[in-house]
């Protein structure tokens, strides 16, 4: 079991910059590939970034060159900076821990946390 908590999140000018990061407990995070979804209200559930085990990302078009995702192993953390934000960034921001094995796909979710882009 992997419990994530994303204590960061907050209202944010357009054009400013913020920081999220994500916790989890349990010796297993580095085997898992971390990622950041996002929810805007009346929309889906959509992928921002995701890191690898061995530190391969991937990011939505939408947020390319504006955010940058990195995990830090040995303190459990994953990071999301976000930078030149805009008003359709506004979202709950969700961490996403995800490991397979030939047994068993293991899927957790943090309880999120609102980013707000506004003036």
């Known amino acids: 079991q992997v419990q994530l908590v994303e204590p960061g999140g907050g209202l944010v000018q357009p054009g400013g910059s913020l920081r999220l990061f994500c916790v989890a407990s349990g010796s297993t995070f580095s085997s898992y590939t971390m990622g950041w979804y996002r929810q805007a209200p009346g929309k889906q559930r959509e992928l921002v970034a995701s890191?690898?085990?061995?530190?391969?990302?991937n990011y939505a078009d939408s947020v390319k060159g504006r955010f940058t995702i990195s995990r830090d192993n040995a303190k459990n953390t994953v990071y999301l900076e976000m930078n030149s934000l805009k008003p359709e960034d506004t979202a709950v921001y969700y961490c996403?821990?995800?490991?397979?094995?030939?047994?068993?796909?293991?899927?957790?979710w943090g309880k999120g946390t609102q980013v707000t882009v506004s003036s």
């Open positions: 890191i690898s085990s061995g530190g391969s990302s």
């Open positions: 996403n821990a995800k490991r397979s094995t030939i047994i068993v796909e293991y899927d957790f």
